[in-house]
């Protein structure tokens, strides 16, 4: 059973960066995994993802040219780098992973193992 631990969350003031990791244990390198975030009072939207073949998919539009999704196999950790940080970026993020491929990045569906997820506050 696969297992998924992030850390880095926090509290920070607006413009600051952070760097989430996602410490997954088992077979990392043949897993699609998958940064979520859940607001309070909103559903958990998707954030980035990275294919086991290190491919990125686009990062959803209010992150993109902040947020940044790297993995690294060899330390079986999935990270996610966050930059100029906003109070809407205020929510728990959660890491996600699916064995092999995916056919659809954006859907948290298709994940069938989650983190218990990490608390990130932006105050303004």
């Known amino acids: 059973q696969v297992q998924l631990v992030e850390s880095g969350g926090g509290l920070v003031q607006a413009g600051d960066s952070l760097r989430l990791s996602c410490q997954v244990s088992g077979r990392f390198a043949y897993y699609t995994t998958a940064w979520f975030r859940q607001a309070p009072g909103k559903e958990r939207d998707f954030v980035a993802a990275v294919s086991r073949m290190g491919n990125i998919a686009p990062h959803a539009d209010s992150v993109k040219g902040r947020f940044t999704i790297s993995r690294d196999n060899a330390k079986n950790t999935l990270y996610l780098q966050m930059n100029h940080l906003k109070p809407d970026d205020t929510a728990v993020y959660y890491c996600?992973?699916?064995?092999?491929?995916?056919?659809?990045?954006?859907?948290?569906?298709?994940?069938?193992?989650w983190g218990r997820g990490t608390q990130v506050t932006v105050s303004s």
């Open positions: 996600a992973a699916s064995w092999g491929t995916v056919t659809d990045f954006f859907s948290r569906d298709n994940y069938r193992h």
